[in-house]
């Protein structure tokens, strides 16, 4: 198949019947569609990483209760529905509702409501109160069409999002948006069904105050793949689409999803589950024939680097972390850490459960959110040096995969005595983000515990074992790869092991010496 043949990729756009219509790409969600809107809930929720295909979802809710029947054909859903009954679709996106003081967001809640109203032939009647509009679009789309009435609501917490880390106007907009929702349960008999996406969980006391029988889904095993693409969906509906990248790259197939595995795979949002692939990294892959940082380079939420900060959340905190589900699937006006936040905004994801401990095991899903989550972190160590820190990182790592490690190490002692230190742990973290960079370029492992950092680079032809001491000397650091036994637990691996020694000087602020020794050599 050419890639004439093709279908277009639907970078950025998220609504249904344009993507049907327009020939672009869909991956078949109409089954969970169907089974949604055939369960014993009215009310569900359900909470995924920004531009994780909620809207598209949301999209294709709003033109099966219209009962398009047309734009269905050869999906899932065509031969699971049989009535195709058409419902007054009231779609609600607070998308848009970011960045605004109450009066705006009062306005622009005005101004969704307005569009809502002409779309439905519904003639407003006149009232400053948001949630008495709401109320009324509702029971007049009842009354003029016989039947009762869907609301779609996406983002409903954007507005909410810029303001987490703010005391004072958290509250303010909660209000707001709580007054607004408000309607959802007293209009119940009129409501056929309700469907509300989100990044964070907000707790129903604080939105939803009187609406306690929504249903989260976020973490049911049936919707698991509801949003994302899934290993077995790139396989069978885009198995001609991974072909032509392939030839694109000149490289095999296998060989190519296995980097798209890499760089994009790696999202679950229960356990057992599928792995998920990042969709609007994927889409952007397939359609530029690269494979970037897509997700992440599409913009770092300020309210994520903000609440790091409120934490004071070093990086090394972040991967790799055990909590029960109410640690981590919790309302996040409620925290008293940042695992719910990085969970569900996409930066930690579920890697494993134990049955027995009930602990889930989160981190970091994939290269693209390591790599880029480090680099937005970094300014905070290098300040105006971070471009001489990403181009010494770059410099590094072409060494090193070179087998060049002096050099590696000498380019290193060079940058890190420009750089200016705030605070003790200072060059720690530092050290640790700039190590993990290197995994933009090389398989990399860094931990830190009790304040050191030990780092494990793997290249084409080598494995590097990197012992980084303070105040010491390179022959200490050198001791203690051997005490810890590194050589022989990776002897296995296939690949020559290198022991590296490291010291890092407070006082000179850089390296001072270091000692680099390949397994087997004295």
């Not at 027995?356 to 095991?361: F, I, K, N, S």
Request: proline share 4%.
């Amino acid at each position: 198949m050419t890639q004439q043949t093709l279908k277009f990729y639907p970078v950025g756009i998220q609504t249904f019947s344009e993507l049907i219509r327009n020939n672009y790409l869909y991956i078949d969600k109409t089954a969970y569609v169907y089974r949604m809107t055939h369960s014993a809930s009215k009310y569900m929720f359900l909470s995924r990483p920004r531009r994780f295909g909620k809207s598209l979802l949301t999209s294709t809710l709003h033109a099966y209760f219209e009962g398009r029947k047309e734009l269905f054909q050869g999906l899932a859903i065509e031969q699971l529905e049989t009535e195709w009954v058409q419902y007054p679709v009231i779609h609600l996106d607070i998308s848009l509702g970011k960045h605004k003081d109450a009066d705006a967001l009062n306005r622009y809640l005005h101004s969704i409501l307005e569009d809502n109203e002409k779309r439905l032939g519904i003639i407003s009647r006149e009232t400053i109160d948001t949630n008495v509009r709401l109320k009324n679009l509702i029971m007049d789309s009842y009354t003029q069409t016989g039947k009762q009435v869907v609301v779609l609501i996406d983002e409903y917490d954007a507005p909410l999002l810029d303001v987490m880390h703010e005391d004072e106007n958290l509250p303010v907009l909660r209000n707001i948006m709580r007054n607004f929702y408000s309607p959802l349960k007293a209009c119940d008999p009129y409501l056929r069904f309700v469907f509300l996406t989100g990044i964070t969980k907000f707790s129903q006391l604080s939105i939803f105050s009187e609406l306690n029988n929504i249903q989260n889904i976020s973490m049911l095993k049936e919707y698991a793949a509801i949003c994302g693409i899934t290993e077995e969906e790139i396989r069978t509906q885009m198995d001609a689409d991974l072909e032509a990248f392939a030839a694109e790259l000149n490289t095999s197939k296998e060989s190519l999803f296995q980097k798209l595995k890499e760089q994009y795979d790696g999202y679950h949002f229960t356990w057992p589950s599928p792995d998920i692939y990042n969709p609007y990294s994927l889409m952007n892959a397939f359609n530029e024939k690269e494979l970037k940082s897509y997700w992440f380079g599409s913009g770092t939420p300020t309210y994520l680097i903000e609440m790091l900060r409120k934490y004071h959340i070093s990086p090394s905190e972040i991967g790799r972390q055990e909590a029960f589900a109410a640690d981590f699937d919790a309302p996040t006006e409620r925290m008293t850490n940042i695992i719910p936040l990085l969970y569900q905004s996409g930066y930690l994801t579920i890697k494993h459960y134990d049955a027995e401990t009930e602990l889930y095991l989160l981190d970091m899903p994939n290269k693209e959110i390591r790599i880029g989550l480090f680099r937005s972190l970094l300014p905070n160590y290098l300040h105006s040096r971070t471009p001489m820190g990403n181009a010494t990182v770059a410099k590094m790592s072409v060494a090193i995969r070179r087998g060049q490690m002096d050099e590696a190490l000498w380019l290193l002692q060079a940058f890190l005595s420009t750089v200016p230190y705030d605070y003790e742990g200072h060059y720690q973290q530092m050290l640790y983000v700039i190590f993990s960079l290197m995994g933009y370029y090389v398989d990399v492992e860094v931990r830190t515990p009790r304040g050191r950092v030990d780092v494990g680079l793997r290249t084409a032809d080598s494995l590097y074992i990197i012992e980084v001491k303070l105040d010491q000397s390179a022959e200490v650091a050198m001791q203690q790869i051997d005490l810890k036994n590194y050589p022989e637990r990776f002897a296995l691996c296939g690949l020559p092991v290198v022991k590296v020694g490291i010291n890092f000087d407070q006082e000179k602020r850089t390296l001072t010496d270091w000692k680099i020794t390949p397994v087997g050599e004295s």
